[in-house]
């Protein structure tokens, strides 16, 4: 039987779905995050390593004599690929960790795209621990906005979101902001590193 995986890999977890050739979900596994930009390569490397050797377990693939399961296909989106250098880097490393001729590492956000909209044209906002907006259109071509990391921006985001609320507490408890709602229940104090 040949196997088909599709791995979501983001700055909070990553997702592993193995299909059969006919498509249908055979085995789920979750793992820590696979940003390797937050991360950092070793532990997007355990990450990625660890949804997989879950997978295949969950779904009894034993290779024989090898440590890499043997897949017809593999399909990454992860968080953290920006750049060509990005996927090659990202390719390199899955390339360690299965067998197979057909190998394909893209952006997050690219796979979460096509997974809404198919082929069709449309947009695409997507605000979780950071943001992105992919748009499609009618001619096929893609276009990417932002998700550029929280240094950079991520306006929308889970992280944005939470940091301007605790600026503005921050501010309210040091008398250069108006209290807020969240001002009383939020002890700066207890926010420090």
């Known amino acids: 039987m040949s196997y088909v995986l599709g791995i979501d890999g ?62 017809a296909a593999l399909c ?16 390199q490393l899955l390339s360690v960790v299965v067998r197979t001729e057909c190998l394909l590492v893209v952006n997050d956000g690219e796979v979460a795209l096509h997974g809404a909209l198919g082929e069709e044209p449309g947009v695409l906002v997507n605000s979780g621990t950071g943001s992105i907006v992919w748009a499609a259109g009618r001619d096929g071509r893609r276009l990417r906005v932002g998700g550029w990391d929280y240094i950079l921006g991520d306006e929308g985001s889970g ?35």
């Open 10 to 71: 983001g700055g909070t977890s990553t997702v592993c779905l193995l299909a059969d050739g006919e498509g249908r979900v055979i085995a789920r596994a979750d793992a820590p995050a696979s940003n390797y930009r937050k991360a950092d390569l070793r532990g997007a490397q355990e990450a990625l390593s660890a949804g997989v050797s879950t997978v295949t377990g969950r779904a009894g693939i034993n290779p024989a004599g090898d440590a890499r399961p043997r897949l």
């Open 159 to 193: 992280y944005q979101t939470g940091l301007r609320a605790l600026r503005a507490v921050a501010a309210a408890h040091d008398g250069r902001g108006s209290p807020t709602t969240l001002t009383a229940a939020v002890d700066p104090q207890h926010v420090r590193h």
């Open 76 to 91: 990454a989106g992860l968080a953290g690929v920006d750049t060509d250098a990005d996927a090659a880097l990202l390719h």
